[in-house]
């Protein structure tokens, strides 16, 4: 394995996941987050994600043991990159913040670092444009619960070199997933569908089409889907699919994207899902 060293920028829901994953695979992973309750609680995430897995028979005690071993939490960005040769970013879906991070990071942790994105619809091409060499910008998208989800996306910005699509799929492939390639277009390729039909799902739901239940038993029954559009929602969160809905309203200009209202008043009301507690569904801890 030519890369060793994986930073994690962001303890959040898929920070925490990608920094499971890659102490999994055998990678030495620093997990950063300005927030040491937040460093706290996605440590405590990825330890209770690997007792499940013990218990349900996915795990070992030794791979617990061994991936424990080669994560460390960090509160100072130019510690935890420092000498990494690969950063993933998971920050919040905010342009201004992802430069920063990766422009951070740059200066860092050296010329040859791999600097990958975990955006699941900004444009990796402007992200990059905060670096000096964008040539090693990467989309990284991973899907949510990251341990569990097979599929990465590789997004290919518009100066991304060929060897960084290769490191990052090497990684990818190091974990555990399947990745796909794409070119860097709003939405990418899964976010783009994916949007679209949550979006559908809460039109219907906004019209009295149907429940919530039974709108996600139609598409996880009739079409094979592991996870209903809504309850996906929830899990993902409905302030994320609002940002995302709003980004691909504006730059591509299809009504299929503009956000329902009732998307957006339980975004006002704080019903944000699964991490609030009540979204489509209810959520009990």
């Known amino acids: 394995m030519s890369d060793r060293v994986i930073t994690v920028l962001g303890a959040g ?7 499971q994953v890659a102490a999994m695979a055998g990678y030495e992973t620093r997990l950063f987050d300005v927030d040491e309750g937040a460093l706290a609680a996605g440590a405590a995430r990825i330890s209770a994600n690997l007792e499940k897995g013990i218990a349900r028979g996915k795990v070992t005690a030794e791979i617990r043991d061994a991936a424990l071993a080669l994560l ?42 791999l600097l990958g994105t975990n955006t699941s619809s900004l444009a990796i091409s402007r992200i990059a444009e ?27 910005g518009k100066r991304t070199d060929d060897q960084s699509v290769g490191r990052a799929r090497e990684i990818g492939e190091r974990m555990g997933k399947t990745p796909i390639v794409v070119k860097d277009s709003p939405g990418f390729a899964s976010s783009r569908l994916g949007v679209v039909l949550g979006l559908e799902a809460i039109r219907m739901l906004e019209e009295g089409v149907a429940s919530a239940e039974d709108i996600d038993t139609a598409m996880r029954l009739g079409y094979r889907h592991p996870m209903g559009p809504l309850r996906l929602g929830d899990l993902v969160g409905l302030d994320v699919r609002l940002d995302i809905a709003r980004y691909l309203h504006r730059e591509l200009g299809s009504p299929q994207f503009e956000p329902p209202s009732l998307l957006e008043r339980m975004v006002e009301e704080g019903k944000l899902g699964q991490k609030t507690g009540e979204g489509f569904y209810r959520w009990d801890d």
């Open 13 to 19: 829901t898929m920070g925490h996941g990608i920094a």
């Open 72 to 113: 460390t939490t960090h509160t100072d960005l130019g510690e935890a990159a420092a000498g990494s040769d690969a950063v993933i970013e998971a920050a919040p879906e905010r342009l201004e913040l992802k430069q920063q991070l990766l422009r951070e990071c740059a200066e860092a942790a050296g010329p040859n670092t």
């Open 130 to 156: 905060a670096v000096p060499d964008p040539e090693r910008v990467v989309g990284m998208h991973f899907f949510n619960p990251v341990h569990i989800m097979a599929l990465l996306e590789i997004v290919q």
